[in-house]
Structure formats: C-alpha cells, structure tokens
C-alpha cells in the first residue's frame, strides 16, 4: 500500500486515484481491522511514523465519531495489538500500554516496513509534512495539487477537522506570499491529482455504511447509501460498488 505496509496489494497510485489523508486511513483501517497482520503491521507502522502524525487531527476526527461505532472501534484496539503503538497515539484512544510479549512482536514488524523516503515518493501528504511540518499547514498545501478544489476555508476546516480560523490563517499567509491567487489556486505549474481517495468524508460514509447495510428493506438501505456525499471520497465510491 502507499504507506509502506508490505500488503500482497497492488500500491495505491495517488495520481490516478487520489490523495490520502494519513489520519483518516489510520481511522478507517482501525474500523475495518480484524486480527490479522494489519493488527501489528498498523502498531509497528505508527512507531515508526509517529513523528509524522497530526495527533490533534486523530483526536478530533475519533472524538466525531458516531457513538457507536466509536465503541466497535474501542473494542477492538483494546483486544488488539494495536496497544503496541506508541504513548503519543495511546492517549487518543485512552489505552492501556501492551504487554512486552506484544510489544515485542509489533516491533518486530518494523523492519518489514517500507522506508520513509519511499513512502514519501509514494504518499503526497507525508511528503508535504517532511517538508512543512505536521500541522495543518502541510495538508492545505498538499491539497493544492488538486485544481478546483475548492480552498474554501469552511469547507477545508471541515475536511482537515480543525477550526476555521486555524484555515482562515493559513489560506491568508499562503496568499500574501504569492504561493496561491484571490481565489484560492495554486500560482504557476503543480503536479495534479485528481481529488481525495481517503479523507475524514471517507470515514463518516463508513459509519453510515455500516449502519445503512443493517437495514432490512433494500429500499431504504439503497436510500440511505445512495444519499451519501462522496465528493473526497474514492475509498468509499468503491466500497457502495461492493454494496449495491
């Protein structure tokens, strides 16, 4: 996969598929997670990356969580290694440390990881983040790359799950140093990609997702799939094919 877990999976191409939100895919793999490799390979990743990792987005983005999902969720990385990441990433989800049995064996995996400058080739948001740091500052600007999308503060804050201000700030300064025009564009030649492949809108369709495929009549199933927003979301737009 992009991020350099050694997955027998074709690598996601986030040029021809869209870009990845690093802490929006940790969400996701964690709700779809069973206890195969991803349950030490999503540990060992994250010791590896953490420095890498916007904690205040994680946070937010499990805090909006559906209340039941969120608890499927809990359940899970407390009967999993997952208790294995590092302290940092723990006290999102208020976990207890692993046994060193446990802690052992994720770290382990670590070796099988890919390196960072490879996933950086492979991951635009990563690589934005060696560049520009951690905070929201790098993934505005990863986003850039994506023409007509929008940079609309409002929109952009909901999408990065932070305020608008801290938006507002950053859309200002990367206007008055010419990086971007009065509306928004990214000024003189950038690499495109075509949209989002996995955003914070990708996690709350898979809580939708989830609750919609318990309906019993197919109709409002279908109406309840049918009436989600998949506009920052690939990953999902491929997940409604599986289920409709």
């Known amino acids: ?41 999503l540990p060992a990743w994250l010791n590896r990356f953490s420095n890498l990792i916007n904690h205040q987005k994680l946070k937010t983005m499990f805090n909006s969580m559906p209340r039941q999902q969120r608890s499927v969720l809990l359940e899970k990385v407390n009967q999993s290694p997952f ?28 070796s099988k990881l890919n390196t960072i400058p490879n996933v950086a080739q492979a991951c635009l948001m990563i690589r934005s983040r060696l560049q520009y740091g951690t905070g929201f500052r790098a993934d505005t600007i990863a ?72 309906f019993s009549s197919q109709e409002l199933k279908r109406g309840a799939l049918e009436s989600l927003n998949f506009r920052h979301d690939g990953f999902g737009m491929k997940v409604l094919k599986g289920l409709i």
Not at 1 to 18: Q, R, T, Y
Request: neutral net charge; contains cysteine; proline residues 4%.
């Open 1 to 41: 996969m992009a991020l350099g877990i050694p997955f027998d999976l074709p690598m996601i191409d986030e040029k021809v598929e869209g870009i990845i939100d690093i802490e929006a895919l940790i969400m996701t793999s964690l709700l779809l997670m069973e206890q195969d490799r991803m349950a030490t390979d």
């Open 83 to 110: 208790r294995a990441a590092p302290k940092s990433i723990r006290a999102v989800f208020s976990l207890k440390r692993a046994s060193e049995d446990v802690s052992n064996t994720v770290q382990k995996r670590v």
């Open 143 to 214: 986003l850039t790359h994506v023409k007509g999308f929008g940079m609309r503060g409002t929109l952009l804050a909901k999408l990065l799950r932070t305020n608008d201000s801290t938006v507002s700030r950053i859309l200002g300064d990367l206007r008055a140093c010419r990086f971007l025009d009065q509306d928004n564009e990214r000024i003189g030649a950038v690499e495109p990609y075509p949209g989002m492949f996995i955003s914070s809108q990708s996690l709350w369709n898979l809580c939708e997702m989830m609750d919609a495929v318990k």
